[in-house]
């Protein structure tokens, strides 16, 4: 007993840690001690059951240490890292009541930073969540609004896969609504592929109310321009500050096709294309493609599913492609047998790294979220897996 204390603990605090913690000094040092604490509690992922997992992440690693230069150290820590919260991840996943706390306090306390968040950008700012998107002010003094979107949604969409208390919709609609005023696209698109995905396996009659706390995030955020005191007319293409969501349909891609141009330009040669140019230290081979950036809005390739072509070649995307039908076939278990927790979380995570993220190789990315969106329900459904056959 107190050795699955000990591991929610822990699981919260790196979980959590995305939406609560000031910097990533913070988070890795938890992850590290909170490893080393369970330590000796550690069960190792079985490679039956995990094989697709390492077979990709062991490519993408040895392609990459063969192409980094100064990088090399700190590629090879951010795999460690990544290692160790999979193993964490795998632990809690062998006991569903150690995962269900989890979760459960993971959405509470990331609601609180939603709900923080809020107050102050209300306090500041009124209800104009178009001319300023919501920031985590907990994380960086101000996170990022596309990271904040896509945490917060997804913190908000798994407490809506659980039992649904007073409490837990409360904070499930805290998240979302804070995930819309974000004004994060990705956010809202994975918020709706997850839910609808929830919707189809419960049906009406038992899935309706998580459904209801999207439609209410969503119609929140809509109406939340109608309170703001502005002339009619805004700048931004035309529209009224009471149609936030028309202004965030209208926003521009944000030079992400500029960034997938060049991406695809730094294969210059038929091996990059069947190998890949790395993932550590090669940032300068696309980049030079793109205009001068002083403030790193270019800082990652800004979709975790093109930079695994781009940094592991037609070898690295085929070892996903086998990853992802794997996990494809567990989800289908699992929603054949109405349990859709991990495969809702899952399709949210690949929605959103379709144009974020910028590798599902190492916990150090710039935006750090992928090891959250994508790992987590990953590693639980091949724990899933591991736990039926006996391993």
């Not at 009659?205 to 999207?214: E, Q, R, V, Y």
């Not at 309170?227 to 992400?256: D, F, N, Y």
């Not at 995307?317 to 991990?342: I, N």
């Amino acid at each position: 007993m107190a050795a699955e204390r000990l591991l929610i603990i822990v699981l919260v605090g790196v979980l959590a840690g995305y939406s609560c913690l000031p910097n990533p000094w913070f988070h890795n040092t938890w992850l590290v001690l909170g490893g080393l604490m369970c330590a000796r509690r550690l069960h190792r992922p079985p490679l039956r059951a995990f094989w697709p997992a390492w077979a990709f992440l062991g490519w993408m690693a040895l392609r990459s240490v063969f192409s980094a230069s100064s990088n090399l150290l700190e590629g090879l820590h951010g795999l460690a890292l990544l290692l160790l919260a999979l193993l964490l991840f795998f632990n809690g996943a062998r006991n569903s009541k150690v995962m269900s706390l989890t979760g459960v306090w993971t959405g509470h306390l990331s609601a609180l930073a939603a709900v923080i968040s809020l107050v102050w950008h209300l306090n500041r700012f009124g209800t104009n969540f178009e001319d300023y998107r919501l920031h985590n002010l907990l994380v960086y003094g101000g996170l990022n609004p596309v990271c904040t979107g896509l945490l917060f949604g997804f913190c908000g969409l798994w407490l809506g896969t659980m039992p649904l208390t007073r409490l837990t919709v409360l904070s499930s609609l805290m998240l979302t609504t804070a995930a819309f005023c974000s004004g994060s696209r990705g956010a809202m698109l994975s918020l709706l592929a997850g839910h609808l995905v929830l919707l189809a396996v419960r049906g009406l009659k038992h899935g309706w109310k998580p459904f209801l706390i999207l439609v209410a995030s969503g119609a929140l955020f809509s109406l939340s321009g109608t309170l703001v005191k502005r002339p009619e007319a805004t700048p931004a293409a035309g529209h009224s500050i009471s149609q936030p969501m028309a202004r965030v349909i209208a926003r521009p891609t944000e030079g992400r096709v500029g960034i997938y141009e060049a991406g695809w330009r730094s294969l210059e040669t038929p091996a990059d294309h069947l190998i890949g140019i790395g993932q550590w230290g090669t940032k300068h081979r696309w980049q030079q493609h793109l205009p001068p950036d002083p403030w790193n809005l270019s800082g990652h390739l800004h979709s975790a599913f093109f930079a695994t072509y781009v940094h592991g070649g037609l070898i690295g995307a085929a070892l996903l492609l086998v990853l992802m039908t794997r996990l494809a076939v567990l989800a289908w278990h699992h929603l054949r047998g109405r349990d859709a927790t991990w495969p809702v979380l899952l399709v949210y995570g690949m929605a959103a790294l379709v144009f974020d993220g910028e590798s599902f190789g190492s916990l150090l990315t710039l935006p750090r979220f992928e090891t959250l969106l994508f790992w987590l329900p990953a590693t639980a459904l091949l724990t899933d897996e591991a736990r039926q056959s006996g391993a």
